[in-house]
């Protein structure tokens, strides 16, 4: 019977409950679509690192993390080519540009031979020193097209469209990068590929012997460091966002409940002329509360494939996996924002008095 | 049976810095199976005097036994279960929750009660065939009549069987013709149900309905 009253009293300002289910369902969105980018963009990462074919990558001396901003000299790639095992090597350029953009230069031949060559679907492949190619994921965000021009610390022109997933969404040939940002003779990173995975390990720690302070790491390895846990600026960020979020679920829910108490003034005082003890009137709020919170959560979740396909169009360098791992955790969230908003109109209610709220008009 | 027993019976409000004595020494008794209406001008204590019998204000002093309960004992927590048990209220502004249907108004009562399901009760059939308003109960109380909400109030403040049946101005926003009809239904709840009423009004056609009629004035029984 309390449930029909819940479901009535929700059903009576139908435009009050939208309004808390969107709201609760943009907080569980703004949580989902988060985790959900950082892990896409963490993964599309790990998955573009993969795609260069290496079994090991060497930075230079004091490199940390995952970037790449270091140079060492581009002799060092000889020396690798000339450990056992190693079939092959090949040394990167990369500049970055700003926080989201930068451009890689290659040796085409070389890499193409490691990564299994980059698949030109439009144009063709850099000729000139001011030509780059770009992925077709970079080409969408920005618009460009085989001809077109982009500023990337130095106007560029796009001979051609590649297939995204291999190292990189921006290509340069490494020579004219490192001629135009002074860098002659040194490169960021040398990728490595062996006769057989399987020895990994032991020349990892032979070329760290002959290579004492530099940086050299498994593929597995490096990529393995492409998680949230990883990188301590996203987890902090997503207890920010999931802290403002709960605020927004919490401050909803309140306002909506409290309205919701000072509307029903009358109601509740027949509802306590009937018998209705204090718990029994929070029990009702309450249970609006988490009929609201469990809604907006399922709203919430499916505005995420919204979110997702937003991001693909507007921001397709980030793209936004779907967490249905998070699902329990986000409803757990929702839950907690909106009983904690519940609560003082649910004590006020609670403690109004019989008569004065029948004689509420 | 003695169903209610009020002796020096006393209320005192305060509003401000201002002393309100609201009941100054009421003794009442009320017979198990009796109809009785009290009327009185404005501000005579009737409506306090309905709101503690009823449990929804605590007296100040004396003494007030309803069902052999003494109310002036009891902690909120006691009076909630006394309105949840033995009294049954009926108001002037029939006071049905708007959201839920006839049906469902006299459900949440029992609800309250902790009584679920739908177990078979032949007396409160019985009332509800007085009543006459089966046909009326799948509706929402704002496409029911004035007469009908207020006589599916009655069935509200009885499906729990109350020991006494509290009406405040029952008919009071009602029209001659559905005033006489409730206040017949009550005539006849008491009459072949034996339930005992007290029954606050300022029409003196409606007191006539009662077995016997209790005036008051500047808060005490006159």
Known sequence: MIYRLVFENLKHRPVRTLLSVVAIGVEVTLILTLVGVSRGVLGDMAARSRGTGADILIRPPDSAGFTFSLTMPEKVVNVVRAQPHVAMATGTFVKYIDSFNSITGIHVDEFNAMSGGLKVKKGRMFQAPDEIVVDDVYAKQHHLKPGSTTDLAHTWTVSGIVEEGKLSRTFGDIGALQQLFEARGLVSTIYVKLDSPANTAGVKDDLQKLLTNYKIDSIEDFVSLFSVNSVPYIEAFTRVVIGIAVLIGFLVVCLSMYTAVLERTREIGILKALGASPAYIVGILLRETVLLALTGTVVGILMTYGTRSLMAIFAASMPQEIVPDWYLTVAGIALAGSIVGALYPGLRAARQDAIEALAYD | ?222
Do not use: C, W
């Open chain 2, 1 to 222: 049976m003695t169903e209610v027993t009020a002796q020096n019976l006393t209320k005192t409000y305060r509003v401000g810095e201002i002393e309100v004595h609201a009941l100054r020494g009421v003794d009442l008794k009320i017979e198990g199976g009796e109809f009785v209406a009290i009327v009185g001008p404005s501000g005579s204590g009737k409506s306090t005097l309905f709101n503690i019998l009823g449990g929804l204000t605590p007296p100040t002093s004396g003494t007030v036994l309803i069902d052999g309960r003494d109310l002036i004992k009891m902690s909120e927590a006691d009076r909630t279960l006394l309105r949840k048990t033995t009294v049954g209220f009926v108001f002037q502004k029939y006071n049905l929750l708007p959201t839920l249907t006839g049906a469902d108004n006299i459900e949440i009562a029992r609800d309250i009660a902790g009584k679920k399901g739908h177990e078979r009760d032949p007396q409160f059939d019985e009332t509800l065939a007085l009543l006459g308003i089966a046909s009326r109960l799948k509706h929402k109380p704002r496409a029911l009549s004035g007469g009908e909400q207020q006589r599916i109030a009655i069935a509200r403040a009885l499906v729990n069987h109350p020991a006494l049946l509290l009406a405040d101005e029952p008919t009071g926003n009602l029209d001659t013709e559905n005033s006489t009809a409730v206040l017949s239904v009550l005539q006849g709840l008491n009459k072949r149900l034996g339930q005992t009423i007290l029954m606050i009004t300022h029409n003196p056609e409606a007191a006539a309905y009662a077995h016997r009629t209790v005036t008051m004035r500047d808060g005490r029984i006159v």
